[in-house]
């Protein structure tokens, strides 16, 4: 299931005659999360589209039909924290209460499991934390101690464009890692950062290794490895300005920051490396979520096409928070049409009620097939990505049954 | 009468898919109404101004992209220019305006210390962009000929960054002490703590992004920084009475008299449109009860409070002219 499209394929000439109304195949979440290869779930999307909501179901839709799950949600809502007992950031996973078994589990399994109850862990990142534990861990203590307490660091791990996706994967690898040698879990599903580009955090690694590679770092390096003569005029010139408009401490600073990092950077590389091939790796399994409005399907465009070139492996696209469809085939201008009538009119007692719910109905008409124009543009541009559509509940999801509730609508389940 | 009127910054923030950019172009086209000139700036890069007006990417530089809103009895409406501010352009536009930088401003570019020093040092890069917009809210006489606007309208960072990126000083503090760029910074702490700049949030009727932005209200009353309005966006329409609403809820609407009602406007009635219409009406009424509750919350924030209607069909250039209307009526511009 993976985006990649065959080069070599014709597509056949489609005249204006031909009606060609995009549809995309259906998304089988249940397939996903019930095969025992898909060992990693990555949810990414442009912010406020339900990312954490989705991982979060996802999670428990896959620990309640016997996978080993852990979740590693970035910032949840607080009641949703709350009800899976994760309100304090401490960076460890915690088990989440009140699971129980899918209906016909976990005999489904066929005694694949020992396990008496479903569980699953859920935690929180903590991403300064997660930055100081890989510097301490790859550096000696004298150096971790210099590099924790330089300014730059303090500013760097705590807001660094780029430092909150980068820990997220961070955290993905460690967990991943743990989970391999102790068993632990066998599905771990990553919620990703609200980032201003969703796609951040698979150039986070990138843009880490090339600010230790850039030119004006290894210049600030080079006094401390070299000769003094390598200060060029260019570096003159250069610190100099720098001085002039940020004082002389901030070079100071730096360049000691500088040369601390570059201690530990092999270690840093190696890692973030490590964990791009992870993401790439089979076991792996993207799900862009997107609300059905215009600018978060046009990142989720843009996301797919990001992950196809980086051969990153696609399961899908969720839209979240579709307009339920109505029923009934009134159209929206022919209840417009019949709600001014009875407004006018006002024959009846409830005829204000029922123009009401003529207007509601309109809007609901309206909404309904501005997003599907939306998802069918989407589907003729990105043919064969497998989409599921989530209509949006009546009230907000704060615990385990809403997140159950989305969890079979995410497998397209719900009756 | 604007409630707003003495500002000439405003910061329009709030939680990713609130509506935040729509929100800021319909307040500067509503700010444009009567004569004056609006600038419109967005600082992340995504041109999601060119795209709502429906014109070619921006540039680093001031383009006229739309008249503000017309209104009766108010004369002629003004202009809103746009501007998309980048960090590297801004870092070399002030090198060259204040240190005139010419050789060495290419080998700072060169050395990739331009690169380095807006994408990697934190915190400048927040300066660097809130900077130009100091810079075009201060006009001064380094920038020659360059258009003194009535009021600028930024399309801010979300919500759980708006106080540190607006708190510049602070986040140098630990990094540059002392030089030009540090007095800078407590240049423009001075306009943004004023009572000419003001921090509007954006919201929708739900618990996260109301919790939100009193969470980030909370943080700029801590940093000393003017809180504005809560813009509340997408709101549902409101004309279903409460007795309604609440049958509605239980499910007890008078379906016969409904029916009756679409019979009598025209409509073929069917048992399957009736129920529909009472599904849609249940869904909308449980809605519309939590909408409340957030409402209730929301005017407990002690701030002004402006509702903007849904729009079903999106927001397209119309759109947002109709949100403008509406942010005027509110008496926000």
């Known amino acids: 299931m993976t985006a ?33 290869r898909t060992g990693i779930i990555v949810c990414c999307g442009s912010g406020g589209v339900g990312k954490t909501t989705t991982s979060a179901a996802l999670a428990l839709r896959a620990a309640e039909r016997g996978r080993k799950v852990v979740v590693l949600t970035i910032d949840p809502a607080r009641r949703l924290a709350q009800s899976m007992g994760i309100e304090a950031l401490d960076n460890t996973p915690r088990p989440v209460d009140g699971l129980r078994w899918a209906p016909g589990y976990p005999d489904a399994l066929g005694g694949a499991t020992a396990d008496e109850a479903p569980r699953m862990d859920a935690m929180m990142l903590d991403m300064k934390r997660t930055f100081d534990e890989v510097v301490e861990a790859q550096a000696t203590p004298e150096k971790a101690k210099q590099i924790l307490e330089n300014p730059f660091y303090v500013a760097l791990s705590s807001s660094f464009a780029g430092t909150q996706e980068y820990m997220a994967m961070e955290k993905l690898g460690q967990l991943h890692r743990d989970a391999r040698s102790s068993g632990s879990y066998d599905l771990i599903v990553v919620d990703t950062p609200p980032s201003r580009s969703a796609l951040d955090f698979l150039d986070a690694p990138e843009r880490l290794s090339s600010f230790l590679d850039g030119r004006f770092v290894r210049m600030l390096l080079a006094p401390a490895r070299g000769p003094a003569r390598i200060m060029t005029a260019g570096l003159g010139l250069v610190t100099g300005a720098l001085s002039k408009i940020l004082g002389g401490q901030f070079i100071t600073d730096l360049q000691t920051f500088v040369a601390a990092l570059d201690t530990v950077f092999g270690g840093f590389r190696a890692r973030a490396q490590e964990t791009y091939a992870l993401l790439q790796a089979p076991g792996t399994a993207f799900l862009v979520v997107a609300a059905p409005e215009a600018d978060a399907l046009r990142e989720a465009a843009y996301f797919v096409e990001r992950l196809s070139e980086d051969r990153m492996p696609l399961a ?13 085939s009134l159209s929206a201008d022919e209840a417009m049409a019949a709600s001014q009538r009875l407004r006018r009119d006002n024959t009846s007692p409830t005829a204000a009620l029922t123009a009401g719910l003529l207007r509601l109905h309109a809007d609901r008409v309206r909404m309904v097939e501005r997003e599907a124009v939306l998802r069918e543009r989407f589907a003729a541009a990105h043919p064969g990505v497998a989409t599921v559509v989530v209509p949006a509940l009546a009230s907000d999801v704060h615990d385990l049954a809403g997140l159950r509730v ?3 609508l995410l497998a397209g389940s719900a009756g | 009468m604007s409630d707003w009127s003495r500002v000439r910054l405003h910061v329009v923030t709030g939680k990713g898919g609130t509506g935040k950019s729509t929100v800021a172009a319909s307040l500067a086209l509503a700010l444009a109404s009567h004569g004056k000139n609006v600038l419109l700036c967005e600082v992340e890069g ?28 108010d004369g002629p409406p003004g202009v809103v220019n746009a501007l998309h501010i980048d960090a590297e352009s801004a870092l070399l536009e002030y090198l060259a305006m204040y240190y005139r930088l010419g050789r060495a401003g ?24 809130t900077g130009k917009v100091y810079e075009a809210v201060q006009r001064n006489s380094r920038n020659r000929g360059a258009i003194e606007y009535d009021a600028v309208v930024l399309d801010a960072p979300p919500t759980g960054r708006i106080t540190q990126f607006l708190h510049v000083s602070d986040e140098l503090a630990g990094l540059a002490k002392v030089g030009p760029i540090k007095h800078q910074a407590d240049t423009m702490m001075t306009l943004f703590r004023s009572p000419r700049t003001a921090v509007h949030f954006v919201t929708v009727l739900e618990e996260m992004p109301v919790q939100e932005t009193a969470d980030g209200i909370a943080h700029l009353h801590e940093a000393g920084l003017p809180v504005g309005g809560v813009v509340v966006n997408q709101v549902r329409p409101r004309d279903l009475r409460v007795k309604d609403l609440a049958a509605a809820r239980k499910s007890q609407l008078d379906r016969a008299a409904i029916g009756a009602d679409l019979a009598g406007a025209g409509v073929e009635v069917t048992d399957e449109l009736v129920d529909g219409l009472l599904d849609e009406a249940h869904d909308h009424a ?7 509750a957030q409402r209730k919350v929301i005017s407990g924030l002690g701030v002004p409070a402006y509702e903007l209607p849904q729009l079903p069909q999106g927001v397209d250039l119309g759109g947002l002219y109709e949100l403008a209307a509406a942010l005027r009526e509110g008496g926000m511009a």
Do not use: C, K, W
């Open chain 1, 4 to 36: 990649q499209r065959s080069p070599g394929r014709i597509h056949p000439r489609v005249g204006p005659l031909v009606a060609s109304s995009a549809t995309a195949p259906a998304l089988d979440v249940d397939a996903l999360l019930d095969n025992r």
């Open chain 1, 316 to 328: 899908g696209l969720v839209v979240n928070r579709a307009s339920p469809s109505g029923q009934g």
């Open chain 1, 406 to 408: 989305i969890g079979e």
């Open chain 2, 46 to 73: 995504r041109q999601g101004i060119a795209r709502m007006f429906d014109v070619d990417p921006l540039p680093y530089a001031e383009r006229r992209i739309a008249t503000g809103l017309r209104t009766d009895g």
């Open chain 2, 106 to 129: 290419r080998a700072l570019d060169r050395f990739g210390v331009v690169e380095f020093a807006t994408t990697i040092a934190p915190g400048v890069r927040d300066v660097l962009l």
């Open chain 2, 286 to 292: 449980v809605r519309r009860a939590l909408e409340d």
